[in-house]
C-alpha cells in the first residue's frame, strides 16, 4: 500500500469515528434532553419551593405577612411562587412539597408544623386571607372536580383546612351570604342583623376572624383532592368528628341552639347536624374517588391506613357545655376512645353513618331528647348523607 493510500485510509477511520461520536452525542441528547425537561414520572419538569419558604415555615407571622393577598385578594404573586400553580408544578419531597407545605401551614394556621400541639390561637385577618387565596389558586384552571396539584401538598392542605374546620364544612353546604364579598369574616361582622343569630358560627367567641372560602365548587375539589391521601383523610375526618361533638354538647334538652326565638334556635341546629352529615358524605366519597382514579390501591387499604393515622373517637359530654371556645381549637381536641385495631375497627371507622348517629343517638338518651324530635333529626342527617353521596 502506497503512503497516499495508508493518509486516505486513516483519514477514512477517522471520518468514521468522528460520524460514530456524532450519532453518539445525537443519541445521548435524543435520551438527556427529555430527562431534563420532564420528572421521573415523564411529566413537566418541576420545581422546588422557592428559598424564602424555608424562612416562613419556621416563622408564622413572617409566612402570614409575605404570603397575604391583601383585602381584595390581589397580590397573590408571593403565594403563587411558593405553591407553583403556574408553570412547572411543585416537586414532590423535602424541597418541593413537604418545604411548600410547611410555609402554607404556618401562615394560616399560625403555628410550625413542629408546633400544631400547642394551644391555637384566634386566626388573624392575614392568615384567614392567605387559606382563602390558596384554596382560590390551587382550584383555578382545572376541570371540576380534577385539580391535580402535587399528592405531597395534602397532608399540610389537610392541616390548613382543619384549623378553620368550622369554615371549611359551612363553604362545602352553604357557604356566605350571597352579598358578602370579602375573604373573611369576624365573629361581630357575621352576626345578623335583627339578631338571630350569626352565619359564620353558632357559638361566637366574639374573637375569631373566619375564612370565607370561594364559592363551594372551588374549595369543594381542594378538600377533595386533599382527602385522597389516608393521612389527610384521618385529619379531616378527626376535625370534623370533634366539631360535631363540640357542637352537640352546646345545644339544649330540646335540641335547639341557646338564646333567640325557639324557632330559629331549632332551625339552626337541625341545619347544623345536615352540614356535618353532608361534610362526613363528601370526604367518603372523596376516597371513592380516589380510588376510582388510582390515587388510592382500594378501599381495604385506604380504609386501613385511615385507622393508623386517626387520632380516636369522640364523644359530647353527657351535660350542656356553656363556654365558647375558639372555632380554631376544634381540631386540637383530643379524642375520648381509641377506634380500636383490625379490619373490624377500620370498618366501622370509615362507616359515616354509624360514626355519626352513635355519636347523636348516646347524646339523645343521655340528654333526654324527645324520641319523635330525635328521628326527625336523624331522618334529616340520614337523607343529606345519601342525597350528598349520589351526587357524586
Given at each position: 500500500?502506497?503512503?497516499?493510500?495508508?493518509?486516505?485510509?486513516?483519514?477514512?477511520?477517522?471520518?468514521?469515528?468522528?460520524?460514530?461520536?456524532?450519532?453518539?452525542?445525537?443519541?445521548?441528547?435524543?435520551?438527556?434532553?427529555?430527562?431534563?425537561?420532564?420528572?421521573?414520572?415523564?411529566?413537566?419538569?418541576?420545581?422546588?419551593?422557592?428559598?424564602?419558604?424555608?424562612?416562613?415555615?419556621?416563622?408564622?407571622?413572617?409566612?402570614?405577612?409575605?404570603?397575604?393577598?391583601?383585602?381584595?385578594?390581589?397580590?397573590?404573586?408571593?403565594?403563587?411562587?411558593?405553591?407553583?400553580?403556574?408553570?412547572?408544578?411543585?416537586?414532590?419531597?423535602?424541597?418541593?412539597?413537604?418545604?411548600?407545605?410547611?410555609?402554607?401551614?404556618?401562615?394560616?394556621?399560625?403555628?410550625?408544623?413542629?408546633?400544631?400541639?400547642?394551644?391555637?390561637?384566634?386566626?388573624?385577618?392575614?392568615?384567614?386571607?392567605?387559606?382563602?387565596?390558596?384554596?382560590?389558586?390551587?382550584?383555578?384552571?382545572?376541570?371540576?372536580?380534577?385539580?391535580?396539584?402535587?399528592?405531597?401538598?395534602?397532608?399540610?392542605?389537610?392541616?390548613?383546612?382543619?384549623?378553620?374546620?368550622?369554615?371549611?364544612?359551612?363553604?362545602?353546604?352553604?357557604?356566605?351570604?350571597?352579598?358578602?364579598?370579602?375573604?373573611?369574616?369576624?365573629?361581630?361582622?357575621?352576626?345578623?342583623?335583627?339578631?338571630?343569630?350569626?352565619?359564620?358560627?353558632?357559638?361566637?367567641?366574639?374573637?375569631?376572624?373566619?375564612?370565607?372560602?370561594?364559592?363551594?365548587?372551588?374549595?369543594?375539589?381542594?378538600?377533595?383532592?386533599?382527602?385522597?391521601?389516608?393521612?389527610?383523610?384521618?385529619?379531616?375526618?378527626?376535625?370534623?368528628?370533634?366539631?360535631?361533638?363540640?357542637?352537640?354538647?352546646?345545644?339544649?334538652?330540646?335540641?335547639?341552639?341557646?338564646?333567640?326565638?325557639?324557632?330559629?334556635?331549632?332551625?339552626?341546629?337541625?341545619?347544623?347536624?345536615?352540614?356535618?352529615?353532608?361534610?362526613?358524605?363528601?370526604?367518603?366519597?372523596?376516597?371513592?374517588?380516589?380510588?376510582r382514579d388510582g390515587l388510592a390501591p382500594s378501599l381495604a387499604q385506604f380504609d386501613r391506613a385511615v385507622l393508623r393515622h386517626t387520632r380516636g373517637l369522640y364523644h359530647p359530654a353527657d351535660h350542656r357545655v356553656r363556654t365558647r371556645s375558639s372555632t380554631a381549637a376544634l381540631a386540637q381536641r383530643s379524642p375520648d376512645a381509641s377506634a380500636g385495631q383490625g379490619k373490624q375497627a377500620?370498618?366501622?371507622?370509615?362507616?359515616?353513618?354509624?360514626?355519626?348517629?352513635?355519636?347523636?343517638?348516646?347524646?339523645?338518651?343521655?340528654?333526654?331528647?324527645?324520641?319523635?324530635?330525635?328521628?326527625?333529626?336523624?331522618?334529616?342527617?340520614?337523607?343529606?348523607?345519601?342525597?350528598?353521596?349520589?351526587?357524586?
Open positions: 500500500m502506497s503512503f497516499l493510500d495508508r493518509i486516505r485510509g486513516a483519514a477514512s477511520r477517522r471520518t468514521v469515528l468522528l460520524a460514530g461520536a456524532g450519532v453518539l452525542t445525537l443519541a445521548l441528547l435524543a435520551v438527556l434532553v427529555p430527562a431534563l425537561l420532564l420528572g421521573e414520572d415523564g411529566s413537566e419538569e418541576c420545581r422546588q419551593a422557592p428559598d424564602s419558604a424555608r424562612a416562613q415555615a419556621r416563622d408564622p407571622e413572617r409566612a402570614a405577612q409575605e404570603l397575604d393577598p391583601g383585602e381584595g385578594v390581589t397580590r397573590t404573586g408571593p403565594l403563587k411562587r411558593l405553591l407553583r400553580t403556574t408553570g412547572s408544578p411543585l416537586c414532590e419531597g423535602a424541597d418541593g412539597t413537604q418545604l411548600a407545605g410547611r410555609a402554607l401551614v404556618a401562615a394560616t394556621t399560625g403555628r410550625t408544623t413542629a408546633d400544631q400541639h400547642e394551644p391555637a390561637r384566634p386566626h388573624t385577618e392575614r392568615a384567614a386571607r392567605v387559606a382563602h387565596a390558596a384554596v382560590l389558586l390551587l382550584s383555578r384552571g382545572h376541570e371540576r372536580y380534577q385539580p391535580d396539584f402535587p399528592l405531597g401538598l395534602n397532608p399540610y392542605l389537610a392541616r390548613m383546612f382543619a384549623s378553620y374546620i368550622h369554615d371549611t364544612s359551612r363553604s362545602l353546604v352553604r357557604g356566605a351570604p350571597l352579598d358578602w364579598k370579602a375573604p373573611t369574616a369576624t365573629d361581630e361582622e357575621a352576626e345578623y342583623s335583627d339578631g338571630s343569630g350569626n352565619w359564620a358560627t353558632p357559638f361566637p367567641s366574639g374573637r375569631d376572624v373566619h375564612v370565607v372560602f370561594p364559592e363551594f365548587e372551588r374549595a369543594q375539589k381542594v378538600v377533595r383532592r386533599a382527602a385522597a391521601s389516608p393521612r389527610a383523610f384521618a385529619t379531616l375526618y378527626d376535625a370534623e368528628r370533634a366539631r360535631f361533638a363540640w357542637y352537640l354538647e352546646r345545644l339544649t334538652d330540646t335540641a335547639r341552639e341557646p338564646g333567640g326565638k325557639p324557632e330559629s334556635g331549632a332551625l339552626s341546629a337541625e341545619m347544623e347536624l345536615e352540614q356535618s352529615a353532608t361534610f362526613v358524605a363528601e370526604l367518603m366519597g372523596s376516597r371513592t374517588v380516589a380510588v377500620a370498618d366501622r371507622l370509615m362507616d359515616g353513618r354509624v360514626q355519626l348517629f352513635a355519636v347523636f343517638d348516646a347524646w339523645a338518651r343521655e340528654r333526654g331528647i324527645p324520641e319523635g324530635l330525635a328521628e326527625r333529626i336523624r331522618i334529616r342527617m340520614d337523607t343529606r348523607y345519601a342525597s350528598s353521596l349520589n351526587l357524586l
